[in-house]
């Protein structure tokens, strides 16, 4: 089973930055793409930025130009690094992660607030 747990999430004012990481316990399990999602009060969990092993990135319209994922294979981590914050930002973010042996995996969440 891959366990994944995420951190850095907070209090952010408009046109702030805050950093979310997430770590992957893999367990030898090989992880393919890797991604954050993000879920707003009322609203469907939606797609913010995906990152495949290859360093292909994929971005959500409503954050490109201002986010950026990243990740490290060797260590099974992933980032996602928000600039220009906006309050319809605000959400509950999830990391995600996808491997031919395990399906998929969903991290526990963080929340991110951005209000002044």
């Known amino acids: 089973q891959v366990q994944l747990v995420e951190s850095g999430g907070g209090l952010a004012q408009p046109g702030g930055s805050l950093r979310l990481s997430c770590a992957a316990s893999a367990n030898m399990y090989r992880i393919t793409v890797m991604a954050w999602y993000r879920q707003a009060p009322g609203k469907q969990r939606e797609l913010v930025a995906r990152?495949?092993?290859?360093?292909?990135?994929n971005y959500a319209d409503s954050v490109k130009g201002r986010f950026t994922i990243s990740r490290d294979s060797t260590k099974d981590t992933v980032a996602l690094q928000m600039n220009s914050l906006k309050p319809e930002d605000t959400a509950v973010y999830y990391c995600?992660?996808?491997?031919?042996?395990?399906?998929?995996?969903w991290g526990q969440g963080t929340q991110v607030t951005v209000s002044s």
């Open positions: 995600w992660a996808a491997g031919p042996a395990f399906g998929s995996a």
């Open positions: 990152i495949t092993p290859g360093g292909t990135t």
